[in-house]
């Protein structure tokens, strides 16, 4: 059973950092393409990064470019989306997810409806 489990997500000032995990289980992270998305109060679920499989390219919304960095430490151990500079609008849910086997982010990204399976949320706040 795929399994996504996110951690990570905390209260943060702007301008700071934060490093949100993704971790999983019934399958191996660098098999398969993941991406992070988020979700604030009231708004639409938006897409934020993605990180192919294998080597690892990545793709990022344009909210998450030049500030953003999606990674893969190891080949199983954990997705990381590194977050700087970051602003009250980004604050929100941030979720992992995982898109079906074989698929890329240039096939998938940013549609959330295409994605497999879903970690349960971290929340990050931005403010003073």
């Known amino acids: 059973q795929v399994q996504l489990v996110e951690s990570g997500g905390d209260l943060v000032k702007p301008g700071g950092s934060l490093r949100l995990s993704c971790t999983a289980s019934?399958?191996?992270?660098?098999?398969?393409?993941i991406a992070w998305f988020r979700q604030a109060p009231g708004k639409e679920r938006e897409a934020v990064s993605c990180?192919?499989?294998?080597?690892?390219?990545?793709r990022h919304a344009d909210a998450a470019k030049a500030r953003f960095t999606i990674s893969r430490l190891s080949a199983n151990k954990a997705v990381y989306l590194q977050m700087s500079k970051l602003k009250p609008e980004d604050t929100a849910t941030y979720y992992c997810?995982?898109?079906?086997?074989?698929?890329?982010?240039?096939?998938?990204?940013?549609?959330?409806?295409?994605?497999?399976?879903w970690g349960q949320g971290t929340p990050v706040t931005v403010s003073w």
């Open positions: 997810a995982v898109y079906p086997e074989g698929k890329s982010c240039d096939d998938t990204f940013p549609r959330y409806e295409l994605v497999e399976a």
């Open positions: 019934g399958f191996r992270l660098d098999s398969r393409t």
């Open positions: 990180l192919n499989s294998g080597y690892g390219s990545t």
